[in-house]
């Protein structure tokens, strides 16, 4: 069985005989009424009803109605409540503050009753709509977030490959991306990204992405080839001013040789099996800008139990802090070379724990891709 619970309205005024019109009048047409004569005890009462809708006065002694609402603006839980003014003044000023405060309506005293109620009527029902419009967008956002994830390789979907990861989003979109690919048996690509900017049109380029990377990071290409025609393709398919940087590793663990081609990335961190961290540093253009782009490569020599590690500029930059990613990728060294030897598929979360109990809470889009030879 369902049951229903009437809206509720906050009136704050300090004249006692319109909080009891307000009330008689409300009351009658089936809300619950909250009364408050004054500033404090009404931003209380919205903290712990959160109302519906709150009616404030402006002109009130100690606290005025401006005071109030920047107030209730500025508390996360009271911040999205519509707030109409009562007021008697008629001054265009007074009214341009409210509304550049936050608040939604002015009913000029001395008001009717019927007036009150429509006003109320109205900013209800916009209200409602706004809120469902928000549920709706966030449920597709939530769906195209999972639809994002889906995308993402797991370790279990991939136990040759030797890797583990961390990611995590600051939006439901995020624009950090990364893959395995299955060139061979024991030659697998690993493939980071951070396309610029973040969001639903972001997201769907995700998937033309993955598309190119099972195409052309094939054993008839040369890595760089691949890259090269990535590009290309990128080039034709992105918005203008979209573009991503990149990083492409290929472990051939027949060889044991390891090639990079990077696109404008952070350099990787390689991790010896006996020795100290040190970044793998190559230089190449960003991806889908323009063509005829170049990219740098490197091929060096690995050995059962090195570990390399890719990330994206989240995991080092702080706007906070001034650190840009060309500095921050240095900063990472000394906590890379004091790692504890956790299994593969544990060490990014233990990486970005201890990243980021030295420097803060993040400010962008977390990848941390960790691999083992």
């Known amino acids: 069985m369902f049951t229903t619970h009437p809206m509720t309205i906050l009136a704050i005024d300090d004249h006692p005989l319109n909080l009891k019109i307000i009330e008689k009048a409300l009351s009658k ?20 009803q959160h109302p519906s809708l709150i009616l404030l006065d402006i002109t009130m002694p100690g606290e ?5 609402i920047r107030a209730l603006k500025k508390n996360f839980i009271t911040t999205a409540i519509p707030v109409i003014f009562l007021t008697a003044s008629h001054s265009v000023k007074s009214k341009l503050k409210g509304f550049q405060l936050g608040a939604v309506d002015y009913i000029t005293k001395p008001f ?4 009150v109620i429509a006003r109320i009527q109205l900013h209800l029902k916009l209200s409602i709509a706004s809120n ?49 690919i299955d060139v061979a048996k024991d030659i ?37 080839e691949s890259m090269k025609i990535i590009n290309d393709v990128l080039v034709e398919l992105l918005p203008e001013e979209k573009y991503l940087t990149a990083c492409y590793l290929l472990i051939n663990r027949i060889t044991g040789i390891a090639t990079i081609i990077n696109a404008g990335h952070l350099p990787v961190i390689l991790l010896p099996v006996s020795g100290a961290p040190h970044l793998v540093k190559t230089d190449g253009d960003i991806l889908g800008m323009f063509t005829d782009a170049t990219f740098g490569m490197m091929q060096f020599k690995v050995h059962p139990g090195d570990r390399l590690f890719m990330y994206t500029d989240g995991l080092v930059e702080s706007v906070k802090n001034k650190i840009t ?9 000394p906590m890379f070379k004091k790692a504890p030897p956790l299994p593969i598929k544990e060490m990014s979360r233990r990486l970005v724990q201890t990243i980021f109990n030295n420097s803060g809470p993040p400010e962008d889009d977390i990848l941390l891709l960790s691999i083992e030879v």
């Open 64 to 68: 005025t109605g401006f005071d109030v």
């Open 112 to 115: 009717h009753p019927q007036e």
């Open 188 to 224: 697998k690509g690993y493939f980071v990204a951070d396309f610029s900017g973040h969001g639903i049109e972001t997201s769907y380029m995700t998937y033309s992405l993955k598309a190119l990377l099972t195409q052309n990071f094939i054993p008839v290409y040369k890595p760089v």
């Open 132 to 180: 469902s419009l928000i549920t709706a967008q966030a449920g597709r956002l939530r769906q195209i977030t999972q639809a994002q994830a889906s995308l993402l390789p797991t370790p279990e979907a991939h136990p040759d490959a030797t890797f583990g990861v961390f990611y995590k989003t600051m939006e439901e979109a995020g624009g950090d991306f990364y893959d395995i």
């Open 29 to 48: 047409e089936g809300y619950r009424v909250l009364c408050a004569d004054n500033g404090p005890e009404g931003r209380k009462l919205a903290v712990e």
């Open 325 to 333: 990613w060309c500095r921050g990728a240095d900063t990472l060294l």
